[in-house]
């Protein structure tokens, strides 16, 4: 049976890169043995990082079928992974997230979780020297991961071993990477012909604090006036969002990848609330600048609160 | 503040080696980082081990402070571990049993999981070359660990790791592995002085199988006789301990090492259709022999089945 190897929903770059990487490395000893999948159309970054590296987008797949060999990586959320995960046979698990709890398996299997930044840097160091011989276009979807998942370094989520192997691949593969990592923050940020639910929906996990299901957004650009300019429309597409994807509030956070803030926009009251508890801001208008915010999993997952 | 190093309820040898194994790793390049908890009196064999190698038993630990900085070993399943785990802040698991959900943490740790037979051969394969520079006890410890996780490596969990590394550690202590094992052993069927609850209780984990609640026991003995002469006893005591401990059921498998083979007690109905449904067993009377059966983790578990 041919392993299927993915990410989450609504994948990123690290998302659509890391299914390709470790697919790759479990057929390097036996071709044909894994293949990659996504779990819906990757964003803008993604899509232009698969095409620079010469790779198609992997198929989407929609749901696995009862015993089906996988291979989980990037999440270990069952929110974020195919409804009938928990009836496919899970070989293992590769993350760097937190540990949500959900997946459950029925006998031992390989679970490796690392506080890294990127899921990538974790398969380099899983795959020991052998990632040393891997093809110029694996080494450019790891580059290109590390970059996304630490927006070029700034992220306080970087690791000195997630930007010594970014800056090892990119000499190796003559990659200038404040010039690739620009390419890469501009097609991220073209999202001009997304509608105001697609962007709700492009980068989001969803979470329940102190007992209120959110979905958690966020929009990493170097244009942020992009997003701002529509939030009127944004705010208006909330309530349909929240509805279908079973929250009782959609929170966008607009990351300037350049400023090194994030800009949240408050339409409610539930959402002021959330903004003083979770960060201490003083809410004065429908939106709040929260400095140095780049990240949701070391920054904003862990604080957020309701009141 | 001292992260603290804990196994599973109702310990067992790697549950009481592998705390103190890690404790020391921990605490070796900042001498009293960490220390080693139990989480309850440890079986004959592990207090045998520790004395062997020169330990006193770790203080029991009841639960766990909020915010108290924890190092989880030989489990990831929350109904083993105190009841206020969720408030600690867990710094990281290291483990060997199938995914069971339910630790959640509020920023990524790390997560070491694989199939071997022992969490010690995982704590060895952590520790990269460091191992070599163990003392004499924490060697001893390791090597206790597999070889009563493995059953002197008759249990199908056995993997090529864990057995080579018992092999070296045991020629690097001369130590001759058949006749320690046999002290081991015969310190774990040393089970006498038990009530017939405790003896339900030695060795038992938490599943739910079929929408019904088991306390699945295991007794590990080269000398089963010892246990099934009290048949009687430990049947009567079945209704009271599963009761105060919220399951329906007790289901006691006395695992006879050198046969390797282990006999189910069969009380009633539910009992006998678990081991028709999922061992295939002919049950004629009140107990059952499940040729080949060792394993819990491996062969038990994963079979369990009400109908």
Not at 23 to 45: K, M, V
Not at 146 to 164: A, H, N, Q
Not at 234 to 260: C, N, R, S, T, Y
């Amino acid at each position: 049976m041919t392993t299927l190897v993915f990410g989450h929903k609504s994948p990123d770059t690290d998302s659509t890169a890391s299914p390709i990487i470790w697919a790759w490395f479990l057929s390097h000893h036996q071709p044909g043995a894994a293949e990659a999948r996504l779990l819906g159309t990757p964003n803008t970054e993604a899509q232009f990082v698969a095409s620079r590296w010469g790779f198609d987008l992997p198929p989407v797949l929609d749901d696995v079928a009862e015993g089906q060999d996988v291979v989980i990586v990037d999440t270990n959320n069952p929110a974020e992974l195919p409804a009938s995960i928990n009836k496919a046979n899970v070989l293992s698990i590769i993350d760097h997230h937190k540990l949500t709890g959900g997946i459950e398996t029925k006998t031992p299997i390989e679970v490796t979780i690392r506080p890294v930044a990127c899921t990538a840097t974790l398969m380099w160091q899983l795959m020991g020297g052998h990632g040393g011989h891997a093809p110029d276009g694996i080494k450019g979807l790891a580059l290109s991961a590390i970059l996304s998942d630490t927006l070029e370094f700034r992220s306080p989520t970087t690791t000195p071993v997630d930007k010594r192997l970014a800056e090892m691949l990119a000499q190796d593969l003559g990659i200038d990477i404040p010039s690739y990592a620009a390419e890469m923050f501009a097609a991220k940020s073209d999202v001009s012909r997304f509608s105001a639910a697609e962007l709700l929906r492009m980068d989001s996990k969803e979470y329940t604090v102190d007992g209120v299901d959110f979905r958690v957004s966020v929009l990493e650009t170097t244009s942020p006036q992009t997003v701002l300019s529509r939030k009127d429309e944004l705010v208006a597409a909330m309530p349909q969002v929240a509805h279908e994807d079973g929250a009782q509030q959609v929170l966008l956070f607009v990351v300037d990848i350049l400023k090194e803030e994030a800009t949240l926009l408050v339409p409610n009251d539930l959402t002021r609330k959330v903004a003083e508890a979770s960060f201490g801001a003083t809410v004065t208008g429908d939106t709040v600048v929260l400095p140095g915010i780049m990240s949701r999993k070391k920054q904003i997952i862990p604080s957020l609160k309701v009141a």
